[in-house]
C-alpha cells in the first residue's frame, strides 16, 4: 500500500506521495525495515484501517458513525458554476452581510428547517429501520436542498464537472447545461453578480484523499488535510449516484482559503457545458429517476414554510447555544416575521409516506453488506 517500506515499486503503491521512503544505503533500508517488523501490529492496524476506506458496501466506523462504505477515492473534488472568491456552507452564505441581530434570526431559521426535515426523515420507516449503520440525516438534507453546515464533495471528477457547468432550471425544473447568455459578461446571472461573482467562469476545487485519509489515521500533522467524511450509502439514491463525502463546517470556513484544496479556475465555454451535460446523461447519473421514493416535495414545503415544530425550534436553540435569557426576546423577533412554532406539523400526507416508504425499501434491496466489527485504533 506504500504505508512502509517493501518491494513493490513505489509507484505502484496506492500512496507513493505520501511517505519519502528513500534511504541512502542498503544498511539504511534494512534498519527501517526491522524498525517496521518491530511495530507489526502497528502497521497492521493502518492497513486494516484503510483498507476498511478502500472497500464498498463494507459497514465501517467513520467519526463515531456506522456506514455502508462506498470505496476507494483517489481525490476529492467540488464543483461550482461562478467564480466568487469564496466558497461557504448553505447555512452560512450571506450571513456576512447582514448585521449581528439578523445573521443569529437567519442561522436560527436555517437550523430550525434543517432540523425538522431531520425529525421528518426519522419518522420513516425507511429511516428508522435501514439496515445498512446509521443514517446521515444532514447529508440528505443537503442533497435534497435544505441549509446545512455541509461542504459537499465528491469522489467523482466528473460530477464536480456537472456542477461547475451546468444549472437547475427552476421554470423546466430540471438541471440544463450553461450557455452562451449565461456566461458572455461578468453579470450575464444576475444572481451570480448581487453576490459580487463572476458569470464568466467556473471553479474545480480537489485535494487527495489517499494523504487525506492517510493524515487521518496514522495522526501525522505534516499530512493534515480538512477533514472530509465519506456520507457512505443513505436512504434516497442522491447521495450514493454523487459519491458523497462531505466536509462538516463552522461559520469561518471558506473552502477557497482553505490551502489544503487546489482552486483551477476554468473559462466556461457551450461545449464543454453541452458535453458534460450529456456525459452525465442529461443529469440522470447524478440526480436518478426515484419515483415516489424522492421526498423534494417534502423538502420544498419545509423550505418554503413559516410553521415549524416547537422541538426543531427548541434544539435549534440548544445548537446555537443560545442565552437563556436572549431566547423569547429571539422567538418574539421570529413572530414578527410570521414564524410560528406549533407542537406538531403535518409535512406530508400519510398516503405519501407510505409511497416513500415502501419505494425507499425498493431502490435498496439489490445493496448487500459485510458486517465488521471495529475498535477504536
Known sequence: MGLAPGYTDRLETLFPNALDLYVCSQEDGKRIWNSVCS??????????????????????????????SQGYARNFFRGENAFYKTSKSSMFRGLGNMDENQAKETLLIRVIKMVDFSL???RLNCVRHWPHGDVFHGAIAQHYGIATNGMDVSSNLKIALFFACCYYDNGLQKWMPLSNQHFEQPSSRETVSDLNGDSRYGILYSAPADI????????????????????????????????????????????????????????LTSEICDWIYHEMNEGELVYPNEGEGNCQDVANIIKKSKKHTLEAFNYAIHMMQIDENK?????????????????????CSAEREQELNRDCFESIKSITSTVRWMFCT
Request: proline share 2%; net charge positive.
Open 212 to 267: 487525506a485519509e492517510m493524515s487521518r489515521v496514522a495522526n501525522i500533522d505534516e499530512l493534515h488535510i480538512t477533514n472530509v467524511t465519506p456520507v457512505g450509502i443513505q436512504p434516497f439514491q442522491r447521495c450514493e449516484r454523487q459519491s458523497a463525502f462531505v466536509i462538516e463546517t463552522g461559520r469561518t470556513y471558506d473552502m477557497f482559503k482553505d490551502k489544503s484544496f487546489t482552486k483551477v479556475k476554468f473559462r
Open 327 to 347: 431566547i423569547k426576546e429571539m422567538k418574539e423577533r421570529l413572530n414578527k416575521q410570521e414564524y410560528e412554532f406549533i407542537s406538531s406539523v403535518q409535512w
Open 39 to 68: 511495530k507489526s501490529n502497528v502497521v497492521a492496524v493502518m492497513v486494516d484501517a484503510m483498507m476498511d476506506y478502500i472497500r464498498s458496501n463494507q459497514i465501517i466506523n467513520y467519526n463515531g458513525r456506522d456506514m455502508l
Open 120 to 122: 421528518w426523515l426519522s
